[in-house]
């Protein structure tokens, strides 16, 4: 059976992303559907929106949109209702409920999420963190990181300490290998900022297999073999128990849903920041 074909147009007077994740998570729920997205960012002017809209309904398909800056939405709107495509205006209901509650009107900025304010700075500054503790280059930064990560080879902790930067997160990261020297600065931090990453033995080998594959190389080595990964895991979960942090299982996750799960419970918002 051929995959049903879905057409969405993504309009914006900023990049779009939020529509944009939007759609992909909605599209994701439908294994079966071939998802055409196409995204139309900086649209500051209405003439550009109708040729869009032309073009969205020859492919049958819909229109999400995004737009902040004042009257964009609503002549998308109209454009849409007079040529029958079927529309989401994502913003303009949020900001008019916004609006309302805090007797306020709208900057009408567009993509003032993305100014470059102190969170933004800090963002910046989190990535470079990242970048340069990765791996467990300079065992000082475990002290100075508001999160520490360990795991054995494969359980993600490069892109998880990426993406928790990205939420302005400063985060170190520490491969385990058995027999390899931790740094004492492990044993100086507190246990609640440190994370153990583990993963299902089966997994891990399919994970490393893969990507000695992907290499070009032979994948049946010590590697990926399952009585060393294995031994590596009872190292890395001995570790965890003796530091007594939290051990999380990346088996089957995302990185989103790791990096939602570590957040939660270490009582942080989405910008890193705690909870009140």
Same mark, same amino acid.
């Given at each position: 059976?051929?995959?049903?074909?879905?057409?969405?147009?993504?309009?914006?007077?900023?990049?779009?992303?939020?529509?944009?994740?939007?759609?992909?998570?909605?599209?994701? *729920?439908?294994?079966?559907?071939?998802?055409?997205?196409?995204?139309?960012? =900086?649209?500051?002017?209405?003439?550009?929106?109708?040729?869009?809209?032309? *073009?969205?309904?020859?492919?049958?398909? =819909?229109?999400?949109?995004?737009?902040?800056? $004042?009257?964009? !939405?609503?002549?998308?709107?109209?454009?849409?209702?007079?040529?029958?495509?079927?529309? =989401?205006?994502?913003?303009?209901?949020?900001?008019?409920?916004?609006? @309302?509650?805090?007797?306020?009107?709208?900057?009408?900025?567009?993509?003032?999420? @993305?100014?470059?304010?102190?969170?933004?700075?800090?963002?910046?500054? !989190?990535?470079?963190?990242?970048?340069?503790?990765?791996?467990?280059?300079?065992?000082?930064?475990?002290?100075?990181?508001?999160?520490?990560?360990?795991?054995?080879?494969?359980?993600?902790?490069?892109?998880?300490?990426?993406?928790? !930067?990205?939420?302005?997160?400063?985060?170190?990261?520490?491969?385990?290998? $058995? *027999?390899?020297?931790?740094?004492?600065?492990? =044993? *100086?931090?507190?246990?609640?900022?440190?994370?153990?990453?583990?993963?299902?033995?089966?997994?891990?080998?399919?994970?490393?297999?893969?990507?000695?594959?992907?290499?070009?190389?032979?994948?049946?080595?010590?590697?990926?073999?399952?009585?060393?990964?294995?031994?590596?895991?009872?190292?890395?979960?001995?570790?965890?128990?003796?530091?007594?942090?939290?051990?999380?299982?990346?088996?089957?996750?995302?990185?989103?849903?790791?990096?939602?799960?570590?957040?939660?419970?270490?009582?942080?918002?989405?910008?890193?920041?705690?909870?009140?």
């Amino acid at each position: 059976m051929a995959a049903t074909k879905i057409s969405v147009s993504i309009l914006s007077d900023s990049v779009g992303e939020t529509a944009l994740r939007l759609a992909q998570a909605a599209l994701a *729920q439908y294994p079966d559907v071939e998802p055409r997205i196409e995204r139309f960012p =900086f649209i500051t002017k209405v003439e550009k929106i109708r040729p869009i809209v032309e *073009q969205t309904k020859k492919h049958g398909g =819909f229109i999400m949109h995004t737009f902040g800056t $004042p009257g964009l !939405a609503d002549q998308t709107n109209q454009i849409c209702t007079e040529l029958g495509v079927d529309y =989401f205006d994502l913003m303009t209901p949020i900001m008019n409920e916004v609006g @309302h509650l805090a007797n306020q009107k709208p900057s009408g900025e567009a993509g003032a999420i @993305h100014h470059l304010n102190t969170k933004y700075f800090d963002r910046i500054s !989190a990535m470079e963190f990242a970048v340069m503790y990765d791996d467990g280059k300079d065992p000082k930064g475990f002290l100075e990181a508001d999160i520490v990560l360990l795991g054995v080879s494969r359980t993600s902790k490069t892109p998880l300490s990426l993406f928790l !930067a990205n939420q302005n997160v400063k985060v170190a990261n520490l491969p385990l290998v $058995p *027999q390899a020297h931790i740094p004492e600065e492990i =044993f *100086q931090i507190d246990p609640k900022k440190i994370v153990g990453l583990t993963n299902d033995p089966e997994i891990l080998n399919n994970i490393r297999r893969e990507r000695m594959i992907a290499y070009g190389l032979n994948p049946d080595t010590t590697y990926s073999d399952m009585d060393e990964i294995n031994k590596e895991l009872k190292y890395a979960n001995d570790l965890y128990q003796k530091l007594g942090c939290m051990v999380i299982n990346v088996a089957n996750r995302s990185i989103e849903e790791t990096a939602t799960v570590i957040l939660e419970k270490m009582g942080l918002d989405y910008y890193g920041t705690p909870k009140n």
